[in-house]
């Protein structure tokens, strides 16, 4: 099934993560066994949130999950594209690709490739900030109540299989 397909089709984070992977594969060669995939309040502050980070003692992507249940009200279209692009950006970090505008540029590129230049992904990846008036979440900075982590689970079935 082409990407475009798949993504407009994906119905959770493990069928996003999974075109992830398989387009990271065969853009760079590289791939990132073991990862764990959470979800996290860390918070917003206006059109200024973090979307997610990779912790590299943890091989974990956390993502935050304001955001995400903001946009899955909102503005459900943008879900998928942009759970995609968070996901894309912070897997180039765990395959060793630490440089800010290296990961922006490889994300664009990769996903123009994939999804070509019109699609919402691609058009996220080339201007987040185009988007984030439809992701204002509120003026004040709130302190999240609870940061604790929702690990996915199944989230890497290619290397997960082995497991009862």
Do not use: C, W
């Amino acid at each position: 099934m082409p990407y475009k397909t798949s993504l407009q089709k994906a119905n959770d984070f493990s069928d996003i993560f999974q075109i992830v992977k398989k387009i990271v594969q065969d853009y760079l060669g590289k791939d990132q066994a073991g990862l764990l995939v959470g979800l996290s309040d860390l918070g917003v502050y206006g059109h200024a949130f973090l979307g997610a980070f990779y912790s590299m003692d943890a091989n974990t992507i956390v993502i935050n999950k304001r955001p995400l249940n903001n946009i899955k009200q909102k503005n459900p279209g943008l879900y998928n594209p942009y759970l995609f692009h968070v996901m894309l950006h912070e897997y180039m970090h765990s395959i060793g690709i630490f440089d800010e505008p290296e990961v922006r540029m490889l994300a664009y590129e990769i996903t123009k490739k994939y999804f070509g230049k019109n699609h919402l992904a691609t058009q996220m990846a080339l201007d987040l900030e185009k988007f984030l008036p439809k992701l204002v979440l509120g003026t004040e900075f709130k302190t999240p109540e609870d940061m604790s982590i929702e690990f996915i689970s199944g989230i890497d079935r290619d290397n997960t299989g082995y497991i009862m």
